[in-house]
């Protein structure tokens, strides 16, 4: 059974800066891939960045140049520097893990872009 637990959400101005972590159980890196999503009220999660099984990145359109996933594997650990937040960005992010056959999610951390 993976674990996840997001940190780092809270309320930041318009053009601030947040960083989320996600502690993973265990050194589930070699088997797991991991990745950041979204969801805003009454929309449907979606993809922000992820790892690929290669090691590469993802992003989506919307945070690419804003965005930054990076890990610590020594700690388990994968993040998401958030630079140049819009009120678009404001949803519950989530953390996840993907083996190619099932998918584990963190609980969620809100994330809420407002002057």
């Known amino acids: 059974q993976v674990q996840l637990v997001e940190s780092g959400g809270g309320l930041v101005q318009p053009g601030g800066s947040l960083r989320l972590s996600c502690a993973a159980s265990?050194?589930?890196?070699?088997?797991?891939?991991m990745g950041w999503y979204r969801q805003a009220p009454g929309k449907q999660r979606e993809l922000v960045s992820r790892?690929?099984?290669?090691?590469?990145?993802i992003y989506a359109d919307s945070v690419k140049g804003r965005f930054t996933i990076s890990r610590d594997t020594a700690k388990n650990t994968v993040y998401l520097q958030m630079n140049g937040l819009k009120p678009e960005d404001t949803a519950v992010y989530y953390c996840?893990?993907?083996?190619?056959?099932?998918?584990?999610w963190g609980q969620g951390t809100q994330v809420t872009v407002s002057s």
């Open positions: 996840n893990a993907y083996n190619g056959y099932v998918d584990y």
């Open positions: 265990g050194s589930i890196f070699r088997s797991y891939t």
């Open positions: 790892f690929t099984s290669g090691g590469s990145t």
